[in-house]
């Protein structure tokens, strides 16, 4: 058995802003399923106070300039038997909405302060100095946030192993040098080969320098980032660190996705009995203010952030509209991004719909509702939309990069004939290629049997945490054993 501390800056259903959420909320759960000891630990945010709750306060911190006491609450993560433990430190944390964001949407101005006291308390449990009866032999950490954690560890001796993982590469938490001597880090971290980055304090490189061991979240991501095009400058020192660096592909909550239990749909369906997924279409086009038709309903649901693509589908929609296809589309991002496509909404009314927002419920239903599903990411680390698609038989049609690649397999003739298809793809990321995509799929969806083989074989995949879970086992195992 191994004791695992699962250190994140955002766990679902306490609190989500993106798939990185997803992951620390499932994880943690399959490898307590598989019998390893897991602590989770993320910032004590008021959304993750109201839901870990009850919660007792188990350790009291006294860091070096911290206006007050920082308390380690605990409590559970809802629906599983893992222990959350929440960093209560009320003037970083006792903000309500997003983790990262003010209320005019731009980052908090003290971010680096907020994440670098988390990465600070994190390093004093992970050591066993807080008076807790619980020592890790294992630190996983995610993203940028909890980037300074295995830089702090490598300082220490007979320190927990450290695993880092990508979940995009993109956000770095990245900050003028002034901040790295205003935040007092331990001075010998400040070199190229470490925090250090073009003059700047870098997060992330916490991770990617100094963790004994790196994953993101798909093969093809992994192989990505070390290249030029996707690697911000990065890729030289994960092209050094090749050896330790593995794809790991991120599994989906089967219960909480399946439509043939889903609270969140109106009709209930499965491989055989696929025709009830119909009626989840016509809900969903009186919904979204559509006209009930047999045009071919494509959904959309993310992030409206360049990343997605969207200007891929805001370049195409007068073409789209000229052909027998409706859009649903549910996102929230960029003000410029939500502008246009409600222009292009107030355009074509009756082909395409916009919901600004976040729901969990509509994004069940669009998954349930449409035909097929839109993702045409530029890049995409591991993505989750196109797995509950899959499960959800509603092809996807992706562009072929990063977990995308990984998962999806294109409509080809040989492939249908070998039924190994389950979705749409295209490998240049444009307007152009995108509709072609579409128009390929257009033909096919008037072959009724043949989608529904598509869509069947898509259903047929599994992609479980537990599968995921024991990955990364293999690799703490390994990580440990280190010299
Ligand atoms: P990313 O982490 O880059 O945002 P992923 O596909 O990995 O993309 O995960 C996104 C997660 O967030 C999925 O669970 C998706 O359903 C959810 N999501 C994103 N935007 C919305 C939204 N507007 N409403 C509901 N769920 C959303």
Known sequence: MSKILFVTSEAHPLIKTGGLADVSGSLPAALKSLNHAVR????????????????????????????????????????????????????????????????????????????????RIVNEIAMGRVGLNWRPDIVHCSDWQTGLVPALLSLEAERPATVFTIHNLAYQGMFPAEVFFR??????????????????????????????????????YAREIQSAEFGYGLDGLLRHRAADLHGILNGIDLD??????????????????????QHNKGVLQAEFGLPESGDLLLGSVGRLVEQKGVDLILDIIDQLAELPVQLALLGSGEAHFEAALQDAAARHADKFSVKLGYSERLAHRVEAGADAFLMPSRFEPCGLNQLYSLRYGTPPI??????????????????IKQKTAT?????????????????????LYAQTPK??????????????????????????????KRP
């Open 40 to 119: 989770l630990i993320l910032p004590a945010y008021p959304q993750a106070k109201e839901k870990a709750g009850p919660l007792k306060c188990i350790a009291t911190i006294r860091l070096p300039g911290s206006q007050e006491e920082i308390k380690i609450l605990e409590g559970r993560l809802p629906g599983s038997r893992v222990f959350v433990w929440l960093v209560d430190y009320p003037p970083a944390f006792a903000r309500e909405g997003n983790p990262y964001l003010g209320p005019d949407g731009h980052d908090w101005p003290d971010n680096p302060e907020r994440f670098a006291l988390f990465c």
């Open 183 to 220: 935040l007092g880090l331990p001075p010998q971290l400040w070199h190229f080969e470490g925090l250090e980055f073009h003059n700047h304090l870098s997060f992330i490189k916490g991770g990617l320098a100094y963790a004994d061991k790196l994953t993101t979240v798909s093969p093809t």
């Open 256 to 277: 909480e996705w399946n439509p043939a239990t889903d609270p969140h749909i109106e009709w209930h369906y499965n491989a055989k009995r696929f025709s009830a997924k």
């Open 398 to 415: 992706v562009h072929a990069v990063g977990g995308l690649a990984d998962t999806v397999v294109d409509a080809t003739a040989e492939a």
């Open 423 to 443: 979705g749409f793809c295209f490998y240049y990321a444009s307007g152009d290629a995108l509709l072609r995509t579409i128009g390929h799929a257009l033909a």
């Open 451 to 480: 989608w529904r083989s598509v869509a069947r074989t898509g259903m047929a995949q599994v992609f479980d945490w537990r599968s995921s879970a024991r990955k990364y086992l293999a690799l703490y195992k390994e990580t440990v």
